[in-house]
């Protein structure tokens, strides 16, 4: 299961969650070779069920408001693995200071028993400057090899 922080006005609009750029940055993630999750389901939701008026990032309130909801997904899907997307939704899954959005293949903590690992949001790889975009792109390849073998050693188990 993903988790964003939110949905943006191209997503509601395309209503698909990590839609245009950010979602085939992320199919070609799922792709690669060493993370090879392109084939295994996947529930992508996000924080807060609907787009913010001011489009940024959502606030306590917000998603107090909307927790109900996320629990209630979790539960009926019952994910093997979360994979909260940037350090937002990690903090607000968790509730703990996540200090960097690489995850070094450690789990950040659990949401309703499942293990919950954080990593950029793709959208952080595709706009910035050049250099910055090449080391978010790298960031992500390793986070999501590290979630890839975790994913897979906890579903052998299950």
């Known amino acids: 299961m993903l988790i ?3 949905i943006t006005g191209y997503e509601e609009w395309e209503e698909r969650i990590l839609a245009g750029e950010t979602g085939a940055l ?3 993630i799922l792709s690669a070779p060493g993370v090879d999750l392109a084939a295994e389901p996947v529930c992508v939701t996000a924080l807060v069920g609907c787009r913010s008026k001011r489009g940024k ?5 917000e998603i107090r408001a909307c927790r109900g909801r996320l629990q209630a997904l979790v539960t009926v899907i019952q994910p093997v693995i979360i994979v ?3 350090l937002c939704t990690g903090e607000a899954l968790v509730r703990s200071g996540i200090a960097q959005p690489a995850i070094d293949g450690q789990d ?3 949401f309703q028993g499942i ?3 954080t990593t950029c949001h793709p959208a952080e790889a595709l706009w910035g400057m050049p250099k910055e975009v090449t080391r978010t792109k790298r960031i992500l390849y390793e986070d999501w090899k ?3 073998a975790h994913y897979f050693a906890l579903k ?3």
């Open 84 to 86: 909260a997307l940037g």
């Open 26 to 28: 992320l199919d070609r």
């Open 156 to 158: 052998t188990t299950r």
């Open 57 to 61: 990032r959502p606030g306590a309130a």
């Open 146 to 148: 590290a979630i890839s």
């Open 4 to 6: 964003a922080d939110r």
């Open 108 to 110: 950040c903590g659990v």
């Open 115 to 117: 293990p919950v690992k």
